[in-house]
């Protein structure tokens, strides 16, 4: 049956392989979707900067004056986006449903976790798309880079962590202040997968049902009297839900978690995840993208 599998998928490769042959990207040569002599035109990041100012920081970090404004401690930028092929790889990976590019762009991204040596205690999970976009596009593209790069940084990813709750406007065309109102209270941290502590780490175990008491809330809904809450598949560590409002959860916290996303503009989407995250108990948040557009 799995041998059947696979060579109902060589030959599925191979058709796609013959009507549609890999073509670099920026160039055009056969047979890869980027070739070395482009590959070498992409200016990786080697003298990070704090986002909110500019100014040079360690791996990216906010500075000490920026900090305050935000709920990331800092945002990893992979390349510079104006130069080389970047711009059109993360195009063609978007828009023109390139998909196989995505183990090419992941490996950018965990190059510069390398560079700036992220440990492997941290989750990886991406930024979400609403329901409807992820119907109309049939995948995440963020999603794709951040399975791809936690496995080749042995780190654990995470599927479904947040949601994006309403659709909103694209982010580029708002000016900054519209950024902030148009995404505020969009996102919201799956609570499958926050409260169960084996969430994504075991694949089994988004099917479990949770803990009945946990059950009754809907999202966004409200529990009458505080609860008390633990994960459904060990029993530990129980939390409290009080004034009918979702706090935290397990396996979020003390957790350091990253967040992918293809590009940044000013930060707001990733800091919006930030907050949510931080507010489920989670002890540190960073966003990492591509290029800054
Ligand atoms: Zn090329
Ligand atoms: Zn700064």
Known sequence: MIEEQSLTMKAKDFLLDLFFPKKCVSCGKIDTFLCDKCLRKIVFIKSPVCLGCGRLSENGKFCPR????????GVVIAAHF???PLKELIHSFKYESLKGLD?????????ALKRYNFKTDYLISYVPLHRSRYHWRGYNQSELLAKKTAEAMNMYFLKNLLRKKKKTKYQIQLKRKERLLNLNGVFEVNKKVALNCHSGLDPESKNKILNPAFAQLRPGGQVQNDKTVSCSSCHSDPIRISQGKFHGGIFLKNKKI???DDVVTTGTTLNECAKVLKEAGAKEVWGLVLGKH
């Open 66 to 73: 920026c900090r305050p404004k935000n709920h990331l401690k």
């Open 258 to 260: 990253i967040i992918v």
């Open 82 to 84: 104006e130069e080389g």
């Open 103 to 111: 183990q090419t762009l992941a490996n950018f991204l965990a190059a």
